[in-house]
T-cell receptor, first 113, second 114 residues
Framework: AQSVTQLDSQVPVFEEAPVELRCNYS??????LFWYVQYPNQGLQLLLK??????LVKGINGFEAEFNKSQTSFHLRKPSVHISDTAEYFC???????????FGTGTRLLVSP | DTGVSQDPRHKITKRGQNVTFRCDPI?????LYWYRQTLGQGPEFLTY????????KSRLLSDRFSAERPKGSFSTLEIQRTEQGDSAMYLC????????????FGPGTRLTVL
C-alpha cells in the first residue's frame, strides 16, 4: 500500500517570494507522482506529473517539482509566487497499471502582498 | 473538451434521506472515478468504472452507497439513508484509453447532511 505525507498543512509566504511545498511518499513498488491544485469550491487541476525520465518536472503556472528516489520525495517549487497562487495543493501517487490515486492531506499556500 | 461536469454542485439534505449525484465525463473517456473529500483531507478513492463495468470498490463504499454507469457514459452515485458523516465533497474524474495516467477532475458535489 502507498501513502503520501505532506508535513506542512499551511505555508504562508509573501508575494514574489520563492516557495517549496514538501511531499514524501511510501511505496514498495514504483509509482507515478502528481501535484494537483484546488482553488476554493472547485475540483482538482493537474499541475505536473512524474512518470519516468528526467527527475526535474516542469508544470503549469511556473511550478516545478523534483523527484528524489533515494529520499522518496517529490517537492513542489516556484521561484516567485503570485497572490493568485493561493490555493490548496495536493501531492498524489499511483501505481502504474492501477487506477487509485492516493493523496496527501494537502498544503494550503497563503500568499500575501 | 467541455471538461468533467457534476450535478448538483451543492446538496443539503436531512439525515435519513436518499441523494443521487450525477457525473458526466469528458467525451470518449472510458474510465470514470469517484472520490470523496472530507474537510481538511485529501480525496479518497471510492470506485472506478471502465466503460459500464465497475471494476474496483473501496472499503469506504458501504452498503448504503451505490454507483452505476449504465451506458458507459455518465455515472450516478447514490447514497441511501444519509448520515452526518456522509457530509463531504464528492469528486468525479475521468481518463482516456490512451492516457490512463492522467485523471481529469470535475468541480465536485458538496453534500451537507443536517
Amino acid at each position: 500500500a502507498q501513502s503520501v505525507t505532506q508535513l506542512d498543512s499551511q505555508v504562508p509566504v509573501f508575494e514574489e517570494a520563492p516557495v517549496e511545498l514538501r511531499c514524501n511518499y511510501s511505496s514498495s513498488v514504483s509509482v507515478y507522482l502528481f501535484w494537483y491544485v484546488q482553488y476554493p469550491n472547485q475540483g482538482l487541476q493537474l499541475l505536473l506529473k512524474y512518470l519516468s525520465g528526467s527527475t526535474l518536472v516542469k508544470g503549469i503556472n511556473g511550478f516545478e517539482a523534483e523527484f528524489n528516489k533515494s529520499q522518496t520525495s517529490f517537492h513542489l517549487r516556484k521561484p516567485s509566487v503570485h497572490i493568485s497562487d493561493t490555493a490548496e495543493y495536493f501531492c498524489a501517487v499511483i501505481t502504474p497499471g492501477f487506477q487509485k490515486l492516493v493523496f496527501g492531506t494537502g498544503t494550503r499556500l497563503l500568499v500575501s502582498p | 473538451d467541455t471538461g468533467v461536469s457534476q450535478d448538483p454542485r451543492h446538496k443539503i439534505t436531512k439525515r435519513g434521506q436518499n441523494v443521487t449525484f450525477r457525473c458526466d465525463p469528458i467525451s470518449e473517456h472510458n474510465r470514470l472515478y469517484w472520490y470523496r473529500q472530507t474537510l481538511g483531507q485529501g480525496p479518497e478513492f471510492l470506485t472506478y468504472f471502465q466503460n459500464e463495468a465497475q471494476l474496483e470498490k473501496s472499503r469506504l463504499l458501504s452498503d448504503r452507497f451505490s454507483a452505476e454507469r449504465p451506458k458507459g457514459s455518465f455515472s450516478t452515485l447514490e447514497i441511501q439513508r444519509t448520515e452526518q458523516g456522509d457530509s463531504a465533497m464528492y469528486l468525479c474524474a475521468s481518463s482516456s484509453p490512451a492516457r490512463t495516467d492522467e485523471q481529469f477532475f470535475g468541480p465536485g458535489t458538496r453534500l451537507t447532511v443536517l
